[in-house]
């Protein structure tokens, strides 16, 4: 996952505020330009677009048809609640899109859907299913293209109220066990499975998924990888991963050995990025999480939250943080956050702590 650096814009940025409240503050000098937005709801941009988070993985759910339930032995579905639209993926008989009529039980939830019999046993993986809005707002000073509205509100996250984790290793559940049939192609970004063909259910495009033990660390990236795609290649699988904005490729080659497993990541800010870029959200799929000049940016200090321009920005939220893509120099388990009700650039929770989320592409 990045840390601030590279990807900010080069452009004048402005405070928005232009009143002199004290000789020498920001009004004196009014630093920056005047805002100036484009806002697209035409064509590609209009309508929503479902997309599909990571939210629990085990290979201890199971399936009743007659009551429609799905079931968890190691008891992981308290954060699948009523109201909920899920997709169950890795299942050989359920996998589709289901309706939770009654949930917010760790052991098991109702579906208003009917469900086929099938015991536990496969690495499941429940995602949390939201339809934003494809609404697009371009910044005409910076050239940024932001998405129109943050997460809040949102069916995701443990409360299904748009609130995500920046990143947090307990959200991040085993799909593949420790095993010496893992080996890496860094010239092919490849993942390769060795006589892995019939795990082809558990991985799809979009998919944030992190590994451990690889001899080199960067394999092991706390952040992941996303998931391009997944092709059974004779009795192996292969899985081509996306490693970042960066030119470099942080992947090395290593070949199938050790003891060596794949974890996805779920309820993560950068988890919700993968799944909008693999829906193709707006028609695009570089959408990337902002960095803290790039939120701030947005800010009025004109107006009496800090809240961006109302017609550009609706209902953004003002209610409590939104994450940046800023990691905190001189302690990495923390991140920068932008509140808009009074402007403040803070870190007041460390990452495992769940906060709104923006969308955001360009450079």
Request: aromatic residues 10%; contains cysteine; glycine residues 10%.
């Amino acid at each position: 996952m990045p840390t601030r650096g590279g990807g900010q814009s080069a452009k004048l940025q402005s405070t928005l505020q232009t009143t002199i409240y004290h000789t020498g503050d920001n009004g004196d000098s009014q630093y920056g330009v005047t805002p100036a937005y484009n806002v697209l709801t035409a064509g590609q941009y209009a309508g929503t677009t479902n997309v599909d988070n990571p939210h629990y993985a085990a290979a201890t759910i199971s399936f009743d048809a007659a009551t429609k339930k799905i079931l968890d032995s190691a008891n992981g579905l308290i954060t699948v609640l009523t109201g909920d639209t899920i997709r169950v993926r890795g299942s050989v008989g359920n996998d589709g899109v289901y309706t939770v009529a009654t949930g917010g039980n760790a052991a098991e939830i109702v579906t208003t859907e009917a469900l086929a019999d099938e015991a536990a046993g496969a690495f499941i993986t429940l995602c949390k299913r939201t339809a934003p809005s494809n609404n697009a707002v371009v910044d005409l000073n910076t050239g940024l293209m932001y998405r129109r509205y943050a997460t809040k509100g949102e069916k995701v996250g443990v409360a299904s109220n748009g609130k995500l984790c920046w990143y947090d290793a307990t959200k991040c559940f085993t799909i593949h066990a420790a095993a010496a049939d893992l080996a890496i192609t860094s010239t092919t970004k490849t993942l390769k499975i060795v006589g892995g063909a019939a795990e082809i259910t558990k991985f799809w495009a979009g998919q944030l998924i992190q590994f451990a033990g690889f001899a080199n660390a960067g394999n092991n990236r706390a952040g992941g990888y996303r998931v391009v795609s997944a092709t059974v290649n004779g009795a192996d699988l292969d899985i081509v991963l996306w490693t970042g904005f960066s030119t470099t490729n942080p992947l090395t080659t290593e070949a199938a050995g050790g003891s060596r497993s794949i974890k996805v990541v779920c309820q993560s800010i950068y988890s919700y990025a993968a799944a909008c870029n693999a829906a193709s959200l707006g028609g695009y799929t570089d959408w990337r999480i902002p960095y803290d000049v790039e939120l701030a940016v947005l800010r009025d200090m004109e107006a009496p939250t800090a809240a961006p321009n109302a017609t550009a920005f609706p209902f953004w939220p003002t209610d409590d943080y939104i994450w940046s893509g800023t990691t905190l120099p001189t302690s990495t388990s923390y991140a920068l956050l932008v509140h808009f009700s009074d402007g403040v650039i803070t870190v007041t929770s460390n990452k495992v702590t769940t906060f709104y989320g923006a969308l955001l592409r360009g450079s």
